[in-house]
């Protein structure tokens, strides 16, 4: 009657101590496979951390190579745009002559040719289109009273009388080509004393109650403050003087046949310039001829 007790007891106690067990074996394999799966994510996250800073690594180095290379690339064409900064010519002397010298030079003029032909243009089609107006604002007026007086052309001022044909032969452009042709003939390619000493570059002389005497300028010669206002008085000075007026004429009759203006039918219309006459158009001429091709990659 006794033992029946005692042995439930005991199997209880069994029981128990095997399911203590049992749960801190449990207890231990969650725990090692909690430390093992913590131990593969922190080796994971930092695995994905080195890929990460190398992929970063990479871009600085090749940001860092693209910048040195768009240093070396500025640094070569600082040259070209030293005129901007300073209007006067650069030193083109350093440069080797031939190819290297004439494409600083030409990179050096063509924008200051192409913007003056651009400005002349502007004025050009806004008289072309005002030719068949009656309408003249008091703004109008004033504009084209500026053109005529630039342009040496006389007008009173009443719009019913507007010299048409002699405005439109005069404002008109001088060939980008022809112009820089001119420019490196006169000026060495920019190397010569007049150029680098007066931003001379066409050989344009001076009266002798405009010119000017300082230190270091060539006498008897214009002296201009940069480059564009040497262009400038260039054209403007075969765009007026009466000495050019064969050569107005001659670009107004091309004009009138609905021809394009280029340095190979506009050189030889040139008479006057030099004093060697035909020669130099001649001379002219070849020279544009064979540098045409640089002309043409520095526009």
């Not at 400005?119 to 806004?126: G, M, V, Y």
């Not at 084209?144 to 439109?168: C, E, F, H, Q």
């Not at 206002?229 to 000075?237: D, G, H, K, M, T």
Request: aromatic letters at 8%; glycine letters at 6%; proline letters at 4%.
């Amino acid at each position: 009657m006794i033992s029946i007790p005692k042995r439930r007891f005991g199997a209880t106690i069994l029981m128990l101590l095997a399911l203590g067990f049992s749960g801190e074996v449990l207890a231990n394999k969650h725990e090692t496979q909690k430390t093992s799966h913590k131990a593969h994510v922190t080796q994971k996250k930092s695995t994905a951390t080195k890929t990460a800073k190398t992929k970063k690594a990479t871009p600085k180095t090749k940001t860092a190579s693209v910048s040195q290379k768009g240093q070396s690339l500025a640094s070569s064409k600082q040259e070209y745009s030293r005129n901007s900064a300073s209007g006067s010519l650069p030193d083109l002397r350093k440069y080797p002559s031939g190819t290297p010298r004439k494409k600083a030079f030409l990179r050096t003029v063509m924008p200051y040719i192409s913007r003056q032909n651009a400005a002349i243009t502007a004025d050009r089609n806004w008289l072309i289109a005002k030719q068949y107006e009656n309408r003249w604002s008091p703004s109008e007026r004033t504009r084209l009273k500026d053109i005529a007086s630039r342009y040496k052309v006389s007008w009173n001022g009443n719009t019913a009388r507007i010299p048409w044909n002699s405005l439109l032969e005069r404002v008109d452009i001088i060939p980008t080509n022809m112009v820089a042709t001119m420019a490196a003939a006169e000026s060495g390619w920019g190397t010569s004393k007049l150029a680098r000493s007066n931003n001379n570059l066409f050989g344009m002389k001076c009266a002798k109650s405009h010119c000017n005497s300082e230190p270091g300028k060539v006498k008897g010669y214009s002296h201009f403050e940069s480059v564009s206002e040497s262009v400038s008085a260039y054209v403007r000075n075969l765009n007026t003087h009466p000495a050019y007026s064969s050569f107005r004429k001659s670009r107004a009759q091309l004009r009138k046949a609905d021809e394009e203006l280029t340095a190979a039918n506009m050189i030889h219309k040139l008479k006057g310039y030099s004093t060697q006459g035909s020669r130099y158009n001649n001379f002219l001429f070849a020279m544009y001829q064979s540098n045409q091709g640089l002309m043409a990659a520095s526009l």
